[in-house]
């Protein structure tokens, strides 16, 4: 049996309920959290670097993009099983056009705030060792960019992409 395709034998037999405001919530709280877990762990895991490899911005790099991969790939990993999960008390979450269109609105309102944090933190490694105040460092904002792009647009995308589709899978 599949990692994603976990599903208690006892419910998988019962009819799900139809989508109510329920499953909305349940659909809204499980990619809220998803974004929330993932800037949360990269920010913290950004503060900690310098703390914990004592190097310069250049030889400490690597190991940010290191971390930023690993978090993406939790994030996709959590993203598609969440969209699998069934609930007993809302059901399952069936892909649809609502259903897509609410994960990448509840995604982008609710959870991005969160990210700024990162922002600040991206923005401030690109003045390290810098004279006057200016950006040597681009490198780090182009790393920012590129996890918000992966907030954004493409945890969402994997959790849309999960979810179940009206017709039994086969």
Excluded: N
């Amino acid at each position: 049996m599949a990692f994603c395709d976990f599903v208690d034998r006892s419910v998988a037999s019962e009819p799900l309920p139809l989508p109510r405001h329920k499953t909305l919530a349940l659909l809204v709280g499980r990619i809220t959290t998803i974004k929330l877990g993932y800037w949360a762990a990269v920010t913290l895991g950004e503060l900690a670097l310098p703390r914990v490899i004592d190097k310069s911005f250049t030889e400490r790099f690597p190991y940010s993009v290191t971390l930023a991969v690993l978090a993406s790939v939790l994030a996709f990993l959590w993203a598609r099983w969440q969209a699998r999960v069934i609930d007993r008390r809302a059901g399952g979450i069936e892909r649809g056009i609502a259903t897509i269109a609410t994960t990448f609105a509840a995604a982008s309102v609710v959870a991005s705030p969160a990210m700024i944090p990162l922002l600040l933190i991206e923005r401030e490694r690109s003045l390290e060792g810098c004279p006057a105040s200016i950006a040597c460092h681009i490198e780090a904002i182009w790393l920012w960019v590129a996890l918000f792009s992966i907030g954004i647009v493409f945890i969402p995308a994997v959790f849309a992409a999960s979810l179940r589709g009206t017709r039994p899978l086969g």
